[in-house]
């Protein structure tokens, strides 16, 4: 099973675009990337998932180099409301998922 | 649509009683999954139903038990809740146990005292 590292925490301010990158030397072939958002006192929401190159949604993109062994999370303009612990998941069935403590973003005004 | 909808949202049980946590989804998932997250901890999978009928334990499973009631629904079960149980859990599910995006419930804060 893949485990990821990212950093504990990161800050940045309203406006700016945000990265968050998530190493997984050991991804499986058929493993994917996947990224949730939780707030405090709720349950995890899906943000985005990719197997290779670049995928972008309505609110963010994923960024997976050759290969795979990091990928990089974007999100454009942050607002305060995207302040949150966001968790990268690496694996090719949900249970076999290894969810770690995730990144506390902080966005200050 | 209610999504993945967790009863009860709090809990307090003395050491030694029991309780079942219910969860239920409208999503016409396949798969269903109960976790628990301690303080500024990840998820950790407790019990897992692939489909209708299976349940398999998943990484903490000692001290529970499921059940499949039926295609919407997946309790969880504490037979003999012990302070360490204290948790929050949460229940989710996917359309399948492949890779792809799972809708989480709101949770369940248990304190076992």
């Known amino acids: 099973l893949a485990k990821t590292t990212q950093p504990i925490s990161m800050d940045s301010y309203e406006g700016q675009e945000v990265n968050i990158t998530c190493s997984h030397n050991n991804i499986a072939t058929n493993d994917y990337i996947t990224w949730y958002q939780q707030f405090p006192s709720q349950g995890p929401r899906f943000i985005i998932q990719?197997?290779?190159?670049?995928v972008t949604n309505e609110v963010a993109s994923l960024f997976i180099p050759a290969d795979r062994k990091s990928s990089t999370l974007s999100l454009p303009r942050v607002s305060l409301s995207d302040t949150a612990v966001y968790y990268c998941?690496?694996?090719?069935?949900?249970?076999?998922?290894?969810w770690g403590a995730g990144t506390k973003l902080i966005i200050k005004p | 649509n209610a999504g993945v909808t967790q009863t009860p949202k709090f809990q307090v049980l003395k050491t030694g009683q029991s309780m079942t946590l219910q969860c239920a989804q409208d999503?016409?998932?396949?798969?269903m999954y109960w976790y628990r997250q301690d303080p500024g901890m990840g998820l950790r999978l407790i019990y897992y139903?692939?489909?209708?009928?299976?349940?398999d334990k998943g990484e903490v499973p000692n001290g529970y038990n499921v059940s499949r009631l039926n295609k919407r629904e997946f309790s969880l079960r504490l037979e003999s809740a012990a302070p360490s149980q204290t948790s929050v859990y949460f229940c989710?599910?996917?359309?399948?146990?492949?890779?792809?995006?799972?809708?989480f419930g709101q949770g369940t804060r248990l304190t076992v005292v």
């Open positions: 998941l690496v694996g090719d069935s949900n249970y076999q998922l290894i």
């Open positions: 989710a599910s996917s359309p399948t146990q492949e890779m792809g995006e799972a809708f």
């Open positions: 139903s692939a489909s209708e009928g299976t349940t």
């Open positions: 990719g197997y290779k190159t670049k």
């Open positions: 999503m016409n998932h396949n798969s």
